[in-house]
């Protein structure tokens, strides 16, 4: 396991037009088993997940996302594969939403060092009601 710095840039849209974005750097881990690629680490209050860990296992072009918070009862995962469909529920403390994510791309560009960067432009919709399209670009530093 090897200590990176991450930087994660996320963009939400409304048609073509980026509606709001969030940046922000954090120190993570990074670590293979069998054929997958591991970066894990913690949200910050910026990003809107305070006290949860993140981890992004990367198996070719699948990325499956898990985050796990300190509330109890808050997670939440996603699939991300161009093209495809994940159903989930979306946990909080406040009780379960219905999420699916429609993957329109993912991009990884990461070396065999584990060092370059993931994109990842999907669509995500909650309970029908709140529907959205987002950007997210994690680049792996030393």
Known sequence: MKDIMLKITG?????DISEDQMEF???????????ST??????SEFSGFPGCKTTLKL??????????????GFGMEFIFEKGKRFNSKYHTPYG???MEVLTN?????LTEEGFGDINIDYHVS?????EGRNRLKIEVMQ
């Open 11 to 15: 963009k939400q849209f409304s048609g």
């Open 25 to 35: 750097i954090t120190e993570g881990k990074l670590y293979e088993k069998g054929d």
């Open 38 to 43: 591991y970066l894990i680490y913690d949200e």
């Open 59 to 72: 198996t070719g072009d699948c990325i499956r996302m898990k985050r796990i918070g300190s509330e109890v």
């Open 96 to 98: 379960n939403l219905d």
């Open 105 to 109: 791309d993912v991009v990884n560009n």
């Open 126 to 130: 909650l309970n029908g009601m709140a």
